[in-house]
T-cell receptor, first 117, second 118 residues
Framework: EAGVAQSPRYKIIEKRQSVAFWCNPI?????LYWYQQILGQGPKLLIQ????????DSQLPKDRFSAERLKGVDSTLKIQPAKLEDSAVYLC???????????????FGSGTRLTVV | AQTVTQSQPEMSVQEAETVTLSCTYD???????LFWYKQPPSRQMILVIR??????QNATENRFSVNFQKAAKSFSLKISDSQLGDAAMYFC???????????????FGKGTLLTVNP
């Protein structure tokens, strides 16, 4: 089975510019996650989608970050305007169903490394 | 809120030896899952082992095993016969309900960088 696809793999932008990341989850996975992983830290959940609806965005800096998952498949995460502290790896993951106790298989993409200069 | 703590930023082990990585967590839930993930330089998270909280028996996967102490909220990973390919960042993760109680979410610790010396 194909994995979680993410693009681009690397991105360098200047502060105050905007940037967008794309994620294509495993086919049939209802739940999609975006994580931010700052160097030397563990991934932090930014937003979680169940199909095309948001179920958790409590840690998403909504003044500058936005995400959408149109048609419940692909997703894009946008930052506008970027700050230096946004430099991180942005990981996308998907799972079958986040409301099912026994469906706990997560598949992660290889992430996008963002550098803001 | 659930929190996951990994108190060892870095660990090293000699090839073929055994190493134990520590993890503690805080939760008020009784039913949850715990995971250890490996993250090599390629950045992709790879599942190493998982433990269901309702199971008393410790999980094992080949050279990897856990010591799950539910009352102490401790979940350590033991790697036996360490190999050069085991070198990576290791993350402990907790799966429990989100704040709304409607969906499960995965919360990670800060990670432990494991070096394997030949």
């Amino acid at each position: 089975e194909a994995g979680v696809a993410q693009s681009p793999r690397y991105k360098i932008i200047e502060k105050r510019q905007s940037v967008a990341f794309w994620c294509n989850p495993i086919s049939g996975h209802a739940t999609l996650y975006w994580y931010q992983q700052i160097l030397g830290q563990g991934p932090k959940l930014l937003i979680q989608f169940q199909n095309n609806g948001v179920v958790d965005d409590s840690q998403l800096p909504k003044d500058r970050f936005s995400a959408e998952r149109l048609k419940g498949v692909d997703s894009t995460l946008k930052i506008q305007p970027a700050k230096l502290e946004d430099s991180a790896v942005y990981l996308c993951a998907s799972s079958l169903e986040s409301r099912d106790r026994f469906n706990y298989g997560y598949t992660f993409g290889s992430g996008t490394r963002l550098t803001v200069v | 809120a659930q929190t996951v703590t990994q108190s060892q930023p870095e660990m090293s082990v000699q090839e073929a030896e055994t190493v134990t990585l520590s993890c503690t967590y805080d939760t008020s839930e009784s039913d949850y899952y715990l995971f250890w993930y490996k993250q090599p330089p390629s950045r992709q998270m790879i599942l190493v082992i998982r433990q269901e909280a309702y199971k008393q028996q410790n999980a094992t996967e080949n050279r990897f095993s856990v010591n799950f102490q539910k009352a102490a909220k401790s979940f350590s990973l033991k790697i036996s016969d360490s190999q050069l390919g085991d070198a990576a960042m290791y993350f402990c993760a907790y799966r429990g309900f989100n704040s709304g109680g409607s969906n499960y979410k995965l919360t990670f610790g800060k990670g432990t960088l494991l070096t394997v010396n030949p």
